[in-house]
């Protein structure tokens, strides 16, 4: 069992969450989890909540592979009023600001979200774990591999897991001498690393317990699924279930997800199985 202070509010991860998906951009790999309004970011928000997600992600920039960064004035431009609105809407919804800008995941904090979910890692902003530690806030540290433009042109590791667990190692000593108190770490699936690499990721994923922090995982619709059962993303959802019942019995703590209904329900087969033991 786990325990987030999100700035007063406590969060306890005794069971697995599901972290929803809301994209407010234009080129997102996931055409379907793409909005571009404050009404279709309420509508996707809405549903989600009833679905039962315990946290909604919003990002106003996509990382996918090949994509281009934007800057933060755009990114906020997009994010916060979706942010604004959602707590407007729904109050009490646990938001965390997809960014690796420390500016936006500050602002996003004014306005109310809880937790920051930076796939640099704080790599691309020597601000950003300052800036998380005194809005005292759950900081998510993913590992990736050179940056989105380019994190798919031939990825190489000697050895995936074990260079994965030593980058987290670091950045959770280096988020700790910021001040960070609750860290999450992520894999980082998908994020310069093959096929091969995120199955070999996903089967050692109890490794990653070592670290004492909740693990996340982010497979929801990704090409390790599409490409290696010959479909496309919009096609994705059972392999995504597969895979997320998987990392599930790995020692995920919370699944990143687009489709939150099918997601919960593997969390709660998933409890129902242990519970039977």
Same mark, same amino acid.
């Given at each position: 069992? /786990? ?26 790999? /996931? &055409?379907?989890?793409?909005?571009? *309004? ?5 509508? !996707?928000? &809405? ?7 315990? +946290? ?11 994509? @281009?960064?934007?800057?933060? %004035? &755009? ?20 938001? *965390? ?22 796939? *640099?890692?704080?790599?691309? %902003? ?5 800036? #998380?530690?005194?809005?005292? +806030?759950? /900081?998510?540290?993913?590992?990736? !591999?050179? @940056? ?11 050895? #995936? ?19 960070? !108190? ?29 670290? %004492? ?12 699924? /599409? ?7 919009? @096609? ?5 279930? #597969? ?21 919960? &329900? ?8 242990? %519970?039977?033991?």
């Amino acid at each position: 069992m /786990y325990t987030l202070n999100c700035n007063g509010r406590l969060i306890v991860v005794d069971k697995p969450l599901v972290m929803g998906i809301i994209n407010i951009t234009p080129d997102s790999f /996931y &055409e379907a989890s793409r909005v571009d *309004s404050v009404d279709a970011v309420l509508c !996707k928000a &809405e549903q989600m909540i009833k679905e039962g997600a315990d +946290i909604l992600d919003i990002g106003g920039q996509s990382t996918r592979p090949g994509s @281009e960064q934007i800057k933060p %004035d &755009e990114e906020l431009r997009r994010a916060i009023p979706a942010i604004e609105a959602i707590l407007k809407s729904f109050p009490g919804t646990v938001i *965390s600001i997809d960014t690796f800008h420390a500016s936006v995941a500050r602002e996003a904090g004014a306005v109310g979200a809880l937790m920051v979910n930076d796939i *640099s890692a704080g790599n691309f %902003d020597p601000e950003m774990m300052l800036t #998380v530690a005194a809005m005292n +806030i759950p /900081y998510i540290c993913m590992h990736m !591999k050179g @940056e989105p433009a380019r994190m798919q042109e031939n990825p190489h590791y000697e050895n #995936v897991t074990a260079e994965v667990l030593d980058f987290l190692v670091g950045k959770v000593t280096a988020c700790v001498e910021a001040g960070i !108190k609750d860290i999450i770490v992520d894999p980082g699936f998908g994020f310069g690393k093959n096929i091969r690499h995120n199955f070999t990721l996903l089967r050692e994923l109890s490794v990653f317990r070592i670290l %004492d922090k909740p693990i996340m995982v982010g497979l929801s619709r990704k090409s390790t699924i /599409y490409k290696t059962l010959g479909i496309s993303a919009d @096609e994705a959802l059972n392999g995504s279930t #597969v895979l997320h019942t998987i990392a599930l019995m790995n020692g995920a703590n919370i699944l990143r997800v687009h489709d939150v209904k099918e997601a919960r &329900e593997a969390v709660i087969l998933y409890q129902f199985y242990m %519970d039977a033991g």
